[in-house]
């Protein structure tokens, strides 16, 4: 072909590689029509020689490959388990005793590697022949540590794939400590081959941290400088939780928290505790569960459970804290009984066990909303329907005389009052006051949650799902003659850039 070198198939060393021969070269015409060529034959040839099973397959009988197929089968389920390639010979053996045919050749954790390599190789081809082949794609990150605590960015991509389905995928995992996040991104972006972002990429998630979604030096900020057009997304579930603390801030969840954190910590770490727990649940007749901590990474269902766990645990946990106070033995410190009669007199006390059956009560549609918005097939339209079911939710929720909550409220100011067969404090509880806070609690709730989702309600471009939601539609030929004109103007304008080059692409 004419201007064809060899150049970038020798390769380039010194003097000679220089970024304007790369950009030039990056428009020539043999490699635009390079690029235009069938993956798969591509892949195929990169095959060919690198794997070292290739020659095995295409030559071996078909009992041999499908001995050779269990073992890449084990191997990945192994890679998907997380267990240890030295594992691998064992569970192959296990494999062999129930009957399946192994033989002895390759069961060693070198090549498990090796099949598992082979593995991600092929996983990773397919996944840049689907980016290739789709119109649009949006990246998702967030920052994480691997088992060294070294700092790595993780990568996932969303797109719709050639049948219409919606596809959210590992992409890269990348050492973010030596570039920039951006950079990062970049980076790995150019090892799996995707080169055309102009015309692909429109979307970026992330979590709201400053070095993502900063206003002039974030991640987001600078992608919009070359790619004006980007939709910028802080992660729901992220935001969702940032609302609920917002809305935990200055009341009595915060010491419920605190309690739930410390009960676990106290458990947790010492198994005879445990130990004593579900003995003396036995002898109660009690069901008892392992406290559970208020935080982690299931976001507000952690809170829930923790709330749930102790309510169903709580006169076990009550009598346990009891008897390990009058204990005369030198098991426990004098420090140590201290403490846990300061957690006994608040755990006790009446104003405590409202709040923590409110808490419970309040977590359960803050919890489904959180589920909601985390599912594979999420979109923006359905997270706005949950928002709404949220809010409607939130509104009708009103102490019920039927519960455990109801039943105390009603029964305040009777003598003796019990909960789960433990008789509580009163102190200077005020029912009026309880209910009035809560009120307060429940407003400052919404007004949280709405405020830090109102960007998706405002945003004009997201009118656009609208359209999609058909209870919405108008019912008169006129009305929908003009219905959704104006959102899909502003759609196609924001896009209007993207568009034009697809048009000149295809």
């Given at each position: 072909?004419?201007n064809?070198?060899?150049?970038?198939?020798?390769?380039?060393?010194?003097?000679?590689?220089?970024?304007?021969?790369?950009?030039?070269h990056?428009?020539?015409?043999?490699?635009l029509?390079?690029?235009?060529?069938?993956?798969?034959?591509?892949?195929?040839?990169?095959k060919?020689?690198?794997?070292?099973?290739?020659?095995?397959?295409?030559?071996?009988?078909?009992?041999?490959?499908?001995?050779?197929?269990?073992?890449?089968?084990?191997?990945?389920?192994?890679?998907?388990?997380?267990?240890?390639?030295?594992?691998?010979?064992?569970?192959?053996?296990?494999?062999?005793?129930?009957?399946?045919?192994?033989?002895?050749?390759?069961?060693?954790?070198?090549?498990?590697?090796?099949?598992?390599?082979?593995?991600?190789?092929?996983?990773?081809?397919?996944?840049?022949?689907?980016?290739?082949?789709?119109?649009y794609?949006?990246?998702?990150?967030?920052?994480?540590?691997d088992?060294?605590?070294?700092?790595?960015?993780?990568?996932?991509?969303?797109?719709?794939?050639?049948?219409?389905?919606?596809?959210?995928?590992f992409?890269?995992?990348?050492?973010?400590?030596a570039?920039?996040?951006?950079?990062?991104?970049?980076?790995?972006?150019?090892?799996?081959?995707?080169?055309?972002?102009?015309?692909?990429?429109?979307?970026?998630?992330?979590?709201?941290?400053?070095?993502n979604?900063?206003?002039?030096?974030?991640?987001?900020?600078?992608?919009?400088?070359?790619?004006?057009w980007?939709?910028?997304?802080?992660?729901?579930?992220?935001r969702?939780?940032?609302?609920?603390?917002?809305?935990?801030?200055?009341?009595?969840?915060?010491?419920?928290?605190?309690?739930l954190?410390?009960?676990?910590?106290?458990?947790?770490?010492s198994?005879?505790?445990?130990?004593?727990?579900?003995?003396?649940?036995e002898?109660?007749?009690?069901?008892?569960?392992?406290p559970?901590?208020?935080?982690?990474?299931?976001?507000?269902?952690?809170?829930?459970s923790a709330?749930?766990?102790?309510i169903?645990?709580?006169?076990?946990?009550?009598?346990?804290?009891?008897?390990?106070?009058?204990?005369?033995?030198s098991?426990i410190k004098?420090?140590?009984?201290?403490?846990?009669?300061?957690?006994?007199?608040?755990?006790?006390?009446?104003?405590?066990?409202?709040?923590?059956?409110?808490?419970?009560?309040?977590?359960?549609?803050?919890?489904?909303?959180?589920l909601a918005?985390?599912?594979?097939?999420?979109?923006?339209?359905?997270?706005?329907?949950?928002?709404?079911?949220?809010y409607?939710?939130?509104?009708?929720?009103?102490?019920?005389?039927?519960?455990?909550?109801?039943?105390?409220?009603q029964?305040?100011?009777?003598?003796?009052?019990?909960?789960?067969?433990?008789?509580?404090?009163?102190?200077?509880?005020?029912?009026?006051?309880?209910?009035?806070?809560?009120?307060?609690?429940?407003?400052?709730?919404?007004?949280?949650?709405?405020?830090?989702?109102a960007?998706?309600?405002?945003?004009?471009?997201?009118?656009?799902?609208?359209?999609?939601?058909?209870?919405?539609?108008?019912?008169?030929?006129?009305?929908?003659?003009?219905?959704?004109?104006?959102?899909?103007?502003?759609?196609?304008s924001?896009?209007?850039?993207?568009?034009?080059?697809k048009?000149?692409?295809?």
């Amino acid at each position: 072909m004419r201007n064809f070198s060899r150049c970038f198939i020798d390769g380039l060393t010194g003097k000679a590689l220089k970024a304007d021969t790369i950009r030039k070269h990056m428009v020539c015409e043999p490699h635009l029509r390079s690029k235009t060529h069938d993956i798969n034959s591509w892949n195929k040839h990169q095959k060919s020689k690198t794997n070292f099973m290739s020659k095995f397959f295409e030559t071996s009988e078909k009992s041999e490959r499908e001995r050779v197929a269990k073992l890449f089968e084990l191997a990945y389920a192994l890679a998907s388990e997380e267990i240890a390639f030295s594992k691998f010979e064992t569970f192959a053996n296990l494999e062999k005793r129930h009957g399946v045919t192994l033989g002895n050749i390759y069961i060693n954790q070198i090549k498990c590697q090796q099949f598992t390599n082979i593995i991600g190789e092929d996983l990773k081809q397919q996944l840049i022949f689907e980016i290739d082949q789709c119109e649009y794609f949006t990246v998702l990150m967030d920052g994480s540590t691997d088992v060294s605590a070294i700092e790595k960015e993780v990568i996932y991509t969303l797109f719709i794939n050639k049948k219409g389905e919606r596809q959210t995928k590992f992409f890269r995992l990348k050492n973010a400590t030596a570039v920039g996040i951006r950079d990062c991104l970049m980076e790995a972006l150019q090892e799996m081959r995707v080169t055309d972002l102009d015309k692909k990429l429109i979307g970026f998630m992330a979590d709201g941290a400053s070095v993502n979604l900063g206003t002039r030096r974030g991640v987001a900020a600078l992608l919009k400088e070359e790619f004006d057009w980007l939709i910028v997304i802080h992660c729901l579930n992220h935001r969702l939780e940032l609302a609920a603390k917002d809305s935990f801030n200055d009341t009595h969840f915060l010491d419920i928290i605190s309690m739930l954190n410390s009960l676990h910590s106290m458990y947790q770490h010492s198994p005879r505790k445990i130990r004593e727990l579900k003995e003396l649940g036995e002898i109660m007749n009690e069901t008892v569960t392992k406290p559970e901590k208020a935080m982690g990474t299931r976001w507000l269902q952690h809170k829930r459970s923790a709330c749930q766990s102790l309510i169903q645990s709580y006169p076990v946990i009550i009598n346990h804290m009891e008897n390990m106070i009058e204990d005369t033995s030198s098991n426990i410190k004098k420090e140590d009984k201290q403490k846990y009669k300061g957690y006994l007199t608040k755990l006790k006390s009446l104003n405590f066990v409202l709040y923590l059956l409110y808490f419970a009560k309040i977590l359960t549609p803050l919890a489904k909303l959180s589920l909601a918005v985390q599912g594979d097939s999420i979109d923006l339209l359905y997270a706005l329907s949950c928002l709404e079911t949220f809010y409607s939710v939130l509104q009708e929720d009103n102490i019920d005389d039927a519960s455990e909550l109801g039943y105390l409220v009603q029964d305040v100011n009777g003598d003796n009052l019990l909960f789960k067969g433990v008789e509580l404090y009163k102190g200077a509880t005020s029912v009026h006051s309880f209910l009035t806070h809560i009120q307060t609690i429940k407003t400052k709730i919404e007004s949280c949650v709405k405020n830090r989702f109102a960007d998706l309600e405002s945003n004009e471009v997201f009118k656009v799902l609208s359209l999609i939601n058909t209870s919405m539609w108008p019912t008169t030929k006129s009305e929908l003659d003009k219905f959704g004109n104006i959102e899909i103007q502003t759609f196609i304008s924001h896009f209007r850039t993207i568009l034009e080059k697809k048009q000149c692409r295809d």
